[in-house]
């Protein structure tokens, strides 16, 4: 069953490694161009729901921006965020950035009027955090495997995301997890509303995690969600 996606990312963050062999090397929206390419192949029925990489917003106001991004939105059920290592400006007010208002407005129920009169509402979006390497190839400025207890674990420095982000992830209500003697906490199974993924894990099999990303809004009661930025 095909998938309405959106995809939310910063567009010129090009400390990313480069996929397109180009002298200028890529940014972010080299990723997402990979994700739409397979979303619109003959192998996939899923839905791309975001701008194509030729179309030009910039002579645009912010507000006719935004109308037109809430309108995709709107229609989608699936919201991927591509994490990059500068996804977000420490200078500027959260509010005032793209990205989580973007996640804002996928996680809300919002009510309309479709074209008969009818009111309708929304569901809160599935959600999916894709991490990009940086230019060195590397994903360590998110994400790295740590020795803590006997199995080792998986870090995540959420620090570093939107508070959105944050509020979203590790917020499964009854978790099961525990503490290390190093002072680490891990926590087991689907624990975040919006999980994580490699890059080089997600394009190898995006169903995989689409499918997911699906399962855990299924089970949207189980998590504190936050819809606000």
């Known amino acids: 069953m095909g998938h309405k996606i959106f995809v939310s990312y910063k567009f010129a963050d090009d400390d990313v490694y480069n996929i397109t062999n180009s002298m200028e090397g890529s940014t972010v929206r080299d990723y997402v161009d990979k994700i739409e390419e397979t979303l619109k192949s003959d192998e996939s029925d899923h839905i791309y729901k975001g701008e194509s990489d030729g179309e030009d917003l910039s002579y645009l106001s912010d507000d006719t921006i935004w109308q037109k991004l809430r309108n995709r939105i709107y229609d989608s059920t699936l919201t ?4 990059s290592p500068n996804m977000r400006n420490r200078y500027k007010k959260e509010k005032q950035q793209w ?3 973007e996640i804002s407005y996928c996680l809300k129920e919002v009510s309309r009027i479709d074209k008969n009169g009818t009111p309708v509402k929304s569901k809160t979006n599935a959600m999916l955090a894709v991490v990009v390497p940086d230019k060195n190839n590397d994903y360590s400025y998110y994400t790295y495997e740590k020795i803590c207890c006997t199995s080792g674990c998986r870090m995540l ?3 570093t995301l939107f508070e959105i982000m944050r509020k979203n992830m590790f917020n499964l209500k009854d978790a099961n997890k525990k503490d290390c003697e190093d002072g ?3 926590w087991y199974g689907d624990s975040c509303y ?6 080089e894990d997600f394009i190898k099999d995006m169903e995989k ?3 997911k990303a ?3 809004q299924d089970k949207i009661e189980d998590y504190d969600i936050h819809k606000d930025v």
């Not at 991927?80 to 994490?83: A, E, K, L």
């Open 99 to 101: 990205i989580p208002r």
């Open 80 to 83: 991927i965020v591509m994490i």
């Open 184 to 186: 680490s906490t891990i």
């Open 194 to 199: 919006i999980s994580s993924v490699k890059w």
């Open 209 to 211: 995690y689409i499918d």
């Open 157 to 159: 420095k959420t620090d």
């Open 214 to 216: 699906y399962e855990i």
